[in-house]
């Protein structure tokens, strides 16, 4: 801050002048703007194309390509865009040419795929086979002590607690077991999809390859 001393009050009228000028435009904060705010122009485009001038760019604009020039019209400087979001579409462009390149060199034509889905299913259907059977047991055995249990009462016994116990557990045992059984069936339907997608993304590669 410039401030008026002694000495100023002793100086000539426009120097005290001068100086209280100087005073109030550091006040104002007017001696601290960027470079360009000061004769300088800042020119952008907007998303129909029309070329704008101002002081500064409007938010909307601001990840655009804009330039700041002097009143003569000499460019002074250039502010590219954000390129973030092209990389992230660029990046995912490639990602998507390397699985397209990986899916026509694994198979010659759509039924190819169709094997290959019915391969990797092979494992969880017998997976499922193999926990439906250990939940009929489940139920075998739960069926067979709650029948016991149910004489008991209607004889006016006690049921023993090992055979309560012994239901509890066929009753976690089938819980678990389903659980299990549509965890696999889930993994299936996500397997199928996958390949349908690749036999989609296949078609449509060799429909465009050969359309060419």
Same mark, same amino acid.
């Given at each position: 801050?410039?401030?008026?001393t002694n000495k100023t009050k002793n100086a000539s009228p426009n120097l005290v002048l001068f100086a209280m000028l100087l005073s109030c435009l550091f006040s104002l904060n007017l001696l601290s703007q960027p470079a360009?705010? &000061?004769?300088?122009?800042?020119?952008?485009?907007?998303e129909k194309g029309n070329t704008h001038y101002g002081d500064n760019v409007p938010a909307q604009y601001a990840n655009t390509e804009n330039s700041v020039i002097s009143p003569q019209g000499i460019t002074i400087k250039?502010? @590219? #865009?954000?390129? /973030?979001?092209?990389?992230?579409?660029?990046?995912? !462009?490639?990602?998507?040419?390397?699985?397209? !390149?990986?899916? =026509?060199?694994?198979?010659?034509?759509?039924?190819?795929?169709?094997?290959?889905?019915?391969?990797?299913?092979? +494992? $969880?259907? =017998? &997976?499922?086979?193999?926990?439906?059977?250990?939940?009929?047991?489940?139920?075998? @055995?739960?069926? %067979?002590?709650?029948?016991? *249990?149910?004489?008991?009462?209607?004889?006016?016994? #006690? =049921? #023993?607690? $090992? +055979?309560? &116990? %012994?239901? !509890?557990?066929?009753? *976690?045992?089938?819980?678990?077991?389903?659980?299990?059984?549509?965890?696999?069936?889930? *993994?299936?339907?996500?397997?199928?999809?996958?390949?349908?997608?690749?036999? /989609?993304?296949?078609?449509?590669?060799?429909?465009?390859?050969?359309? +060419?």
């Amino acid at each position: 801050m410039v401030s008026i001393t002694n000495k100023t009050k002793n100086a000539s009228p426009n120097l005290v002048l001068f100086a209280m000028l100087l005073s109030c435009l550091f006040s104002l904060n007017l001696l601290s703007q960027p470079a360009y705010s &000061a004769g300088k122009i800042v020119k952008w485009k907007d998303e129909k194309g029309n070329t704008h001038y101002g002081d500064n760019v409007p938010a909307q604009y601001a990840n655009t390509e804009n330039s700041v020039i002097s009143p003569q019209g000499i460019t002074i400087k250039r502010n @590219k #865009p954000n390129n /973030i979001q092209i990389e992230a579409i660029d990046a995912a !462009k490639q990602e998507q040419d390397k699985k397209d !390149k990986a899916l =026509v060199d694994s198979f010659s034509n759509a039924t190819e795929i169709d094997l290959a889905r019915d391969r990797n299913l092979q +494992l $969880d259907l =017998v &997976a499922v086979e193999s926990l439906q059977l250990q939940k009929n047991n489940s139920l075998k @055995k739960l069926a %067979e002590n709650q029948n016991s *249990a149910n004489n008991l009462i209607k004889n006016h016994k #006690p =049921v #023993p607690a $090992d +055979l309560n &116990a %012994e239901i !509890k557990s066929n009753i *976690a045992d089938i819980a678990k077991q389903n659980q299990l059984i549509n965890e696999r069936k889930a *993994a299936m339907e996500n397997t199928k999809k996958r390949f349908d997608d690749d036999k /989609i993304r296949f078609l449509a590669i060799k429909n465009k390859t050969n359309s +060419l």
